[in-house]
């Protein structure tokens, strides 16, 4: 399938740090996602990008859909603890379904 | 306000048993899907559905079976459980086919001895 090259694979940082994690791949999207999995749950859509070159904000999150469509952005800022888990970018095949990164792992601490 | 609900929540299987993981979602959703999760593979499409009576494959479909009778529910069967189906399995639907807005399930953690 289509593959999804997501680093860093963790991340151990202090709380009220920034984060920055990406998402490439060989492939052309035109919609990237970021979802958020915390422990024991499934997966939730943080963001959603449409668009080449699209910057999106939601609270401390940013995202940006990449000019080549193959890559995208995640930043958290100003970390909390709250912020723990597991980040997953996705993509589209087709219309049947999403392809995801294997994810990064953030650590925070105290 | 239960969004898709998924049980079992854990499952220990022996080599060659059968089972049936469910799935159930109260939001009129056209499509619903499955998936698994293994560390460091992220989640991989096993089977999805874009409405009552039509399944198709995804990326992972071998060892696993699946039906959509009405649009609530979305079972996923094992036929005869392999040491490497041991996983996490998510169900997650969708108001159609297309969106990328995808309702996960809070898993099932399954292992087969």
């Known amino acids: 399938g289509q593959q999804l090259n997501q680093s860093p694979q963790s991340m151990f940082i202090q709380e009220g740090e920034d984060v920055s994690m990406n998402c490439t791949s060989s492939s052309i999207f035109n919609t990237w996602l970021w979802y958020k999995q915390d422990p024991g749950e499934g997966p939730v859509l943080l963001i959603a990008?449409?668009?080449?070159?699209e910057l999106t904000s939601n609270g401390r999150l940013t995202a940006q859909f990449g000019i080549t469509r193959k890559d995208s952005f995640l930043n958290i800022s100003a970390s909390i603890p709250s912020d723990v888990g597991i980040y997953f970018c996705?993509?589209?095949?087709?219309?049947?379904?999403?392809?995801f990164g294997k994810g990064t792992h953030l650590i925070i601490q105290p | 306000n239960a969004g898709v609900t998924q049980t079992p929540k854990f499952q220990v299987l022996k080599t060659g048993q059968s089972m049936t993981l469910q799935c159930a979602q109260d939001?009129?959703?056209?499509?619903m899907s499955w998936y698994r999760q293994d560390p460091g593979m992220g989640l991989r499409l096993i089977h999805y559905?874009?409405?009552?009576?039509?399944?198709d494959q995804g990326e992972v479909p071998n060892g696993y079976n699946v039906s959509r009778s009405t649009t609530e529910d979305f079972p996923l069967r094992l036929l005869s459980a392999a040491p490497s189906q041991t996983s996490v399995y998510f169900c997650?639907?969708?108001?159609?086919?297309?969106?990328?807005?995808?309702?996960f399930g809070s898993g099932t953690q399954l292992s087969v001895l």
């Open positions: 997650a639907s969708s108001p159609y086919r297309g969106t990328s807005k995808l309702f």
């Open positions: 990008l449409y668009k080449a070159g």
């Open positions: 996705a993509a589209p095949i087709g219309s049947d379904g999403l392809t």
């Open positions: 939001m009129n959703h056209e499509y």
């Open positions: 559905s874009v409405g009552a009576g039509i399944t």
